[in-house]
């Protein structure tokens, strides 16, 4: 319980701590901003898993402060019907970022596999500032669907957009979108050639994959394209530059802040011989509670809040048009697909932080609509502890993977993962929440089409 509540305590610091960093950038007059907040999965039950553990029952998280709270409906077209009812990231996020809905997997493209122009693209086009962060790589789904353009969210490097073997499975790639095609080249190569201004988060190894025919790489086009690559996290804070920048903190994406000890997550009860035969009968043992603790894989990564501290700094610079940023905190949603909690529960609170970064740039620049939503549902359901039905004298149990949380306050939250039996949750079809600041007051309605998010964007920007 102590390493809980001190667990507790250093993430309430480290949230006001970013608060009060962010207070000493100048505040410009005369200008429109947006600052999209992404959280990958980020639905209404890792919202109270969130606010369950960090701030407890009567707690309220940053995003509870927020005067506006909606509902966005999350919609994807279907290949062969007119919808389908659960969506991947990339398509969400390709209509986040440009008003259309898509096919799973697209990345800024369109049904007929057309480019789609994106909000950061416009922003950048009409004179704002523009920047991308994320925890994941920049190439991933959420990031790549503002920058770049390519039939699959696989095409991430100039070698697998030719096709190869991705994930143990043979995959065609986007011949297609390949340079030697004549075509856009992979997110990687679309993302040094970009307008955006700032791209921070990591992916390292799909801007130093060689082009099998060429033997380019995504790096070696940074100076031809004027760009500053920063990879070294300490040289971040000191970077002075007036050039495109990119800052790549690691090989894939970004470590997670929390897990679960000793690499736990949730686990499958076990069930007694008896109770395989008939269900009725024997026993059934539930997993160990399981204890966050910090991940020390997470070491010197930076923080998602510095990363937008840095890319906010970087696009005030001479700016009095104002900019459009787009934070995604990704691990919610990934670390929900390994059935782990505890890293979900980590991601949560970095997003929180960068909301109260936000909010304090916002303090000082007014007229800044500040979003905060999720792309899709995922995987994750608080249930009963114990069950509902325990006294009852038959063998009660959740299927799927549970995971027992040991909570601050020494209780347990108990959290299901049940989609499927394979080795990767998968995301579900809920509407999410979206919350925003007091400027989107009378500009976003109690319920909304997630292409409608884009739109009350664009037309907040003049775009």
């Known amino acids: 319980m102590l390493r809980s509540i001190s667990l507790l305590l250093l993430i309430i610091s480290s949230i006001i701590a970013q608060a009060q960093d962010v207070a000493g950038l100048e505040a410009t007059s005369n200008s429109r901003s947006v600052i999209l907040i992404i959280g990958d999965g980020y639905d209404d039950q890792h919202v109270t898993m969130g606010r369950n553990f960090f701030v407890g029952h009567d707690g309220e998280l940053v995003i509870d402060t927020l005067p506006v709270r909606s509902a966005v409906q999350v919609q994807t077209v279907g290949k062969d019907s007119d919808w389908?009812?659960?969506?991947?990231?990339?398509?969400?996020?390709?209509?986040?970022?440009?008003?259309?809905?898509?096919?799973?997997?697209?990345?800024?493209?369109?049904?007929?596999?057309?480019?789609?122009?994106?909000?950061?693209e416009r922003a950048s086009a009409a004179g704002y500032k523009t920047g991308i962060v994320s925890s994941s790589s920049v190439t991933d789904a959420t990031p790549a669907s503002f920058m770049a353009h390519v039939a699959s969210r696989g095409c991430e490097n100039p070698d697998i957009i030719l096709g190869g073997e991705l994930y143990s499975v043979d995959y065609v790639g986007c011949p297609q979108d390949a340079t030697s095609n004549g075509g856009p080249g992979s997110i990687a190569e679309q993302i040094m050639s970009a307008s955006i201004d700032v791209v921070l988060g990591g992916g390292l190894m799909h801007f130093t994959t060689s082009d099998p025919n060429s033997g380019k790489t995504a790096l070696m086009m940074a100076e031809e394209q004027q760009v500053t690559v920063v990879t070294n996290p300490a040289m971040l804070a000191s970077t002075a530059t007036t050039q495109r920048l990119v800052g790549l903190f690691a090989e894939g994406h970004l470590p997670v802040r929390l897990q679960g000890v000793n690499g736990r997550g949730a686990e499958q009860p076990d069930t007694s011989t008896l109770n395989k035969i008939d269900w009725r009968l024997g026993s059934v043992t539930q997993p160990d509670p399981i204890t966050c603790e910090p991940n020390p894989a997470y070491g010197n990564t930076p923080s998602l809040a510095t990363l937008t501290e840095v890319a906010l700094d970087h696009l005030s610079q001479d700016n009095e048009k104002g900019l459009f940023l787009m934070v995604e905190s990704a691990s919610i949603d990934k670390q929900s697909h390994l059935r782990n909690p505890c890293g979900s529960l980590g991601e949560i609170a970095q997003l929180e932080e960068v909301v109260s970064v936000a909010l304090s740039y916002a303090e000082l620049h007014p007229e800044t609509l500040i979003i905060v939503t999720a792309d899709h549902a995922q995987a994750a359901q608080i249930i009963p502890e114990p069950s509902l039905y325990a006294e009852i004298p038959v063998p009660v149990y959740s299927p799927g993977h549970i995971a027992r949380i040991t909570m601050p306050d020494g209780s347990?939250?108990?959290?299901?993962?049940?989609?499927?039996s394979f080795v990767s949750e998968e995301h579900t079809g809920a509407n999410v929440p979206l919350f925003a600041n007091s400027v989107g007051v009378g500009l976003l309605p109690a319920f909304l089409r997630q292409r409608q998010v884009h739109d009350v964007m664009a037309t907040f920007l003049g775009l």
């Open 84 to 120: 389908v009812y659960v969506a991947d990231s990339a398509n969400t996020a390709t209509t986040l970022a440009t008003g259309i809905t898509t096919h799973m997997g697209r990345v800024g493209t369109g049904t007929e596999d057309q480019d789609l122009e994106t909000i950061a």
């Open 412 to 420: 347990l939250m108990t959290v299901n993962y049940a989609t499927n």
